[in-house]
């Protein structure tokens, strides 16, 4: 399943038991953090007993003579784990600072209504349960890959008020957005970067909740920016009050090539041009639909009854931009498969099956979450780095996508600590529902 060139087979084993580690925290938090209460999701122990198992020496082991040195990953996750542990603290403090009370009647919110405020907290608390799981599997996971976690630090975020805490966790959650897309590339191992890319998504989750809460478009490009560990650094250091030594983040220069694509003969084309499948089955959607409904049709949907005049006047506007993106990553993946000597898809027929503006935004929540799992799923597959890059930010696009659409649709924005992957033939089955000859 991985290489030689990730490390050998020990390196492999304890790879993939990190993965299964980080899977399973990551998960279950979510879980417990987005379930309705009743326990009927409750996670099971088993994932968390593989977890402690691989981490745990039987009484018959003998201690080794020599350390194993880490992964080659392990300097990308522990940068990873440097800004989660910020994010976790952040929270976790926060939230133990302001009651749901202080929270529901900020100044920032004043313009929503009843039900979208009391949904603020919870939310908050769920953001945090999510950065403490990833904490956990970053921290799980770079141990089992002989490296030394970089520690919690100390820090300020000097908020005092409830709409400052607001504004804070907006810059951190864009930034953690930033900052994944700049660091996906470096990872060598095809299951970490498979994590990566579904922690990634999920911060752009919550960053498009943040933005939204901030009265900022959820989505303000079609591509999200990548940033490089300099310039996240020195963000992150507004923050932080001991300072930080860049050097746990150094890399070999003798570091193997990345896996992507090492178990795959699907050519960059080949990736793009099934990319450029979802984009115009979403560009249709989008374009057709708004050109169907009116604006006042939208923003009187019944799926959108328990929202305030402020949110439902903006839905329109939000979906207008949502389609622009979708325009635009046709437009970009077309071009970019001509570059490469290869002939783009062209868009299909296609019968969405919506009679109402409420079915109409149900649709559009499954193709949005429907992208996110595929652009995750075809991570790996992809050699050629620019083409990778664009890719994962075009992924994390789609999450803030699918997080608007969820809150439309009175769904949890971020229902998973990690968002899962789906594979070419899962995410093809999906989208057949809506191609017609």
């Given at each position: 399943?991985?290489?030689?060139?990730?490390?050998?087979?020990?390196?492999?084993?304890?790879?993939?038991?990190?993965?299964?580690?980080?899977?399973?925290?990551?998960?279950?938090?979510?879980?417990?953090?987005?379930?309705?209460?009743?326990?009927?999701?409750?996670?099971?122990?088993?994932?968390?007993?593989?977890?402690?198992?691989?981490?745990?020496?039987?009484?018959?082991?003998?201690?080794?003579?020599?350390?194993?040195?880490?992964?080659?990953?392990?300097?990308?996750?522990?940068?990873?784990?440097?800004?989660?542990?910020?994010?976790?603290?952040?929270?976790?403090?926060?939230?133990?600072?302001?009651?749901?009370?202080?929270?529901?009647?900020?100044?920032?919110?004043?313009?929503?209504?009843?039900?979208?405020?009391m949904q603020v907290p919870e939310y908050l608390r769920t953001v945090g349960a999510h950065e403490q799981a990833h904490v956990e599997a970053l921290s799980a996971t770079i141990e089992e890959l002989d490296g030394e976690p970089i520690p919690e630090g100390e820090y300020e975020f000097g908020y005092e008020t409830p709409s400052e805490f607001f504004a804070v966790g907006m810059a951190l959650e864009n930034t953690g957005v930033a900052a994944?897309?700049?660091?996906?590339?470096?990872?060598?191992?095809?299951?970490?970067?498979?994590?990566?890319?579904?922690?990634?998504?999920?911060?752009?989750?919550?960053?498009?909740?943040?933005?939204?809460?901030?009265?900022?478009?959820?989505?303000?490009?079609?591509?999200?920016?990548?940033?490089?560990?300099?310039?996240?650094?020195?963000?992150?250091?507004?923050?932080?009050?001991?300072?930080?030594?860049?050097?746990?983040?150094?890399?070999?220069?003798?570091?193997?090539?990345?896996?992507?694509?090492?178990?795959?003969?699907?050519?960059?084309?080949?990736?793009?041009?099934?990319?450029?499948?979802?984009?115009?089955?979403?560009?249709?959607?989008?374009?057709?639909?708004?050109?169907?409904?009116?604006?006042?049709?939208?923003?009187?949907?019944?799926?959108?009854?328990?929202?305030?005049?402020?949110?439902?006047?903006?839905?329109?506007?939000?979906?207008?931009?949502?389609?622009?993106?979708?325009?635009?990553?046709?437009?970009?993946?077309?071009?970019?498969?001509?570059?490469?000597?290869?002939?783009?898809?062209?868009?299909?027929?296609?019968?969405?099956?919506?009679?109402?503006?409420?079915?109409?935004?149900?649709?559009?929540?499954?193709?949005?979450?429907?992208?996110?799992?595929?652009?995750?799923?075809?991570?790996?597959?992809?050699?050629?780095?620019?083409?990778?890059?664009?890719?994962?930010?075009?992924?994390?696009?789609?999450?803030?996508?699918?997080?608007?659409?969820?809150?439309?649709?009175?769904?949890?924005?971020?229902?998973?600590?990690?968002?899962?992957?789906?594979?070419?033939?899962?995410?093809?089955?999906?989208?057949?529902?809506?191609?017609?000859?």
């Amino acid at each position: 399943m991985f290489p030689s060139n990730s490390g050998g087979d020990d390196d492999s084993r304890r790879t993939r038991r990190g993965f299964l580690g980080t899977v399973a925290v990551a998960s279950a938090v979510g879980l417990a953090g987005c379930s309705g209460g009743d326990g009927t999701e409750t996670p099971t122990d088993e994932p968390m007993a593989t977890m402690t198992d691989t981490a745990t020496p039987t009484p018959t082991e003998e201690p080794t003579a020599t350390s194993q040195p880490a992964a080659p990953d392990v300097p990308v996750l522990n940068y990873a784990l440097t800004l989660e542990h910020l994010e976790n603290v952040f929270y976790r403090d926060g939230l133990e600072t302001f009651s749901d009370d202080e929270l529901m009647n900020a100044d920032a919110l004043s313009s929503f209504n009843e039900t979208v405020r009391m949904q603020v907290p919870e939310y908050l608390r769920t953001v945090g349960a999510h950065e403490q799981a990833h904490v956990e599997a970053l921290s799980a996971t770079i141990e089992e890959l002989d490296g030394e976690p970089i520690p919690e630090g100390e820090y300020e975020f000097g908020y005092e008020t409830p709409s400052e805490f607001f504004a804070v966790g907006m810059a951190l959650e864009n930034t953690g957005v930033a900052a994944y897309a700049g660091a996906a590339p470096k990872v060598v191992n095809n299951e970490l970067l498979s994590v990566a890319a579904g922690i990634h998504s999920v911060e752009a989750r919550h960053a498009a909740f943040l933005n939204l809460v901030n009265d900022r478009a959820p989505f303000p490009n079609a591509v999200d920016e990548a940033k490089s560990v300099d310039e996240v650094l020195e963000i992150a250091g507004q923050f932080v009050t001991r300072e930080v030594d860049p050097s746990a983040y150094e890399l070999d220069a003798e570091r193997p090539t990345h896996d992507r694509k090492a178990e795959n003969d699907t050519s960059d084309v080949d990736v793009l041009n099934y990319a450029l499948t979802l984009e115009h089955l979403e560009n249709a959607f989008y374009r057709d639909g708004l050109a169907g409904f009116s604006d006042e049709e939208l923003m009187n949907a019944d799926v959108l009854s328990d929202y305030g005049t402020a949110v439902r006047e903006k839905v329109p506007g939000h979906l207008a931009m949502v389609g622009d993106h979708e325009a635009a990553h046709v437009s970009a993946l077309g071009d970019t498969i001509e570059q490469l000597g290869g002939t783009p898809v062209e868009e299909a027929n296609y019968d969405f099956g919506y009679e109402t503006p409420s079915e109409f935004l149900g649709v559009a929540k499954a193709l949005e979450n429907t992208g996110v799992a595929a652009y995750a799923g075809a991570a790996g597959t992809v050699s050629a780095d620019a083409v990778f890059e664009a890719a994962i930010s075009i992924h994390s696009v789609e999450a803030r996508h699918a997080s608007f659409l969820n809150e439309l649709n009175v769904d949890s924005p971020f229902p998973n600590g990690v968002d899962e992957p789906m594979t070419m033939a899962e995410v093809r089955e999906v989208a057949s529902q809506f191609i017609v000859e």
